[in-house]
């Protein structure tokens, strides 16, 4: 069994595996950064450090996260932390993890960030990839 964060971002409920979090923040105001990826809302301070805020919603190929939306989840990729904005969070659970089925078909970029289901509750819940939610062009950088 392996510990998961259940969230919620664009609408669906899903699982983030809690290796992949470094913790749980509110955000202050964001200040965006000219010519940069659509999924990347801007940058904020945080405990003395930027890091950069990633729509998850535009990440996805859905429509934006609401402006107003502070909760996020910090994780690193490649060295640099990115605070991945969700709608909201529930609890931190024990699951057991189970591979995508071949036939299940998620559409736009869930395809993407989908990693495996855990069945909470007696329902499927996606599990994430925080790193594929980052754009290519900011981890690189």
Known sequence: MDLFL???FAGRGVAIDTTQVDSVVDIAEVVQVPRTETAIR????LRSRVVTVIDTGTALGLEPTP??????VITRVDGHHYAILVDSLEDVALFERQPLSSGLALDRGWQAVGTGLIERDGEPMLIVDLAALVPQQAAAA
């Not at 801007?42 to 301070?45: D, E, I, K, P, Y």
């Not at 402006?67 to 996020?72: D, I, K, L, P």
Request: net charge positive; proline share 0%.
């Open 42 to 45: 801007g940058l904020v301070a």
């Open 67 to 72: 402006e107003s939306a502070r909760r996020a």
């Open 6 to 8: 259940i969230a919620h």
